[in-house]
């Protein structure tokens, strides 16, 4: 069943389009917390831009393996694409950018990430 579902969010993550450069924004969320494991789903998106402006959205991420494919949906209409890989408890994922996002995860399970190499930053809420 796992894989299947897998199988459904890799669609859902390729059928979304690919943007340019800027960016704005069961066990289908992260149910391992305490192994600070990062699992497949779907999670409310809050960010900050180099500028200081806010966003939200909402972001997918399919895991398989130690990679990861991932899509962002901003409030704002704008849509991301985004491909990398989980190694020594980070998620590192290349989106089109000047530089990846680069998460790690807390013990409550959200992922805290820094883009725009460093000078912009997302959560990630499981949901």
């Known amino acids: 069943m796992r894989s299947?579902?897998?199988?459904?969010?890799?669609?859902?993550?390729?059928?979304?389009?690919?943007?340019?450069?800027?960016?704005?924004?069961?066990?289908?969320?992260l149910q391992l917390v305490k192994s600070r494991?990062?699992?497949?789903?779907?999670?409310?998106?809050?960010?900050?831009?180099?500028?200081?402006?806010?966003?939200?959205g909402k972001a997918v991420i399919a895991v398989a393996g130690n990679?990861?494919?991932?899509?962002?949906?901003?409030t704002s209409g704008q849509t991301y694409k985004g491909k990398g890989y989980i190694k020594n408890g980070r998620m590192v994922v290349d989106f089109g950018g000047s530089?990846?996002?680069?998460?790690?995860?807390d013990e409550a399970g959200i992922l805290h990430g820094k883009w725009d190499r460093g000078r912009a930053s997302e959560m990630l809420v499981p949901e």
Request: glycine share 6%; net charge positive; aromatic share 14%.
């Open 99 to 105: 530089s990846p996002i680069i998460y790690t995860i």
């Open 67 to 74: 990679k990861v494919e991932m899509s962002w949906l901003i």
């Open 4 to 29: 299947f579902l897998l199988t459904i969010l890799a669609f859902v993550v390729m059928a979304l389009p690919m943007a340019p450069v800027a960016h704005a924004q069961g066990e289908t969320s």
């Open 37 to 56: 494991q990062i699992f497949s789903g779907s999670y409310k998106v809050y960010g900050t831009n180099r500028n200081g402006s806010k966003y939200k």
